[in-house]
Nanobody
Framework: QVQLVESGGGEVQPGGSLTLSCAAS????????MGWYRQAPGKQRELVATRTTGGDTNYADSVKGRFTISRDIAKNTVYLQMNSLRPEDTAVYYC????????????????WGQGTQVTVSA
């Protein structure tokens, strides 16, 4: 059973920083990309940032220059360093693993974490 476990959420004042971590556990052969999405109350889930095994990154325009995504391939872990946080960054942040394979021959699938709350408030 593969699962993603997030940590690092919490409450911070505007302008502050937080680092989210997400570790994938279970039988894993490879993961094409890992990333973060977020969902604010009343809104759809949206991309925050993703990073492929090859190092390609994709950021939402709203977080460029403030957030940095990194991965530890060997540990199947992804991080999101969030700086200069704004109230509009408040959301539940979900970790995502794209095209995760449990063996070399298995089809890739998408796995989601349970989510971690980030609240930016004065």
């Amino acid at each position: 059973q593969v699962q993603l476990v997030e940590s690092g959420g919490g409450e911070v004042q505007p302008g502050g920083s937080l680092t989210l971590s997400c570790a994938a556990s279970g039988t894993i052969s490879s993961i094409y990309a890992m990333g973060w999405y977020r969902q604010a109350p009343g809104k759809q889930r949206e991309l925050v940032a993703t990073r492929t095994t090859g190092g390609d990154t994709n950021y939402a325009d709203s977080v460029k220059g403030r957030f940095t995504i990194s991965r530890d391939i060997a540990k199947n872990t992804v991080y999101l360093q969030m700086n200069s946080l704004r109230p509009e960054d408040t959301a539940v942040y979900y970790c995502n693993a794209d095209r995760l394979r449990t063996t070399e021959w298995s089809p890739g699938r998408t796995v989601w974490g349970q989510g971690t709350q980030v609240t930016v408030s004065a």
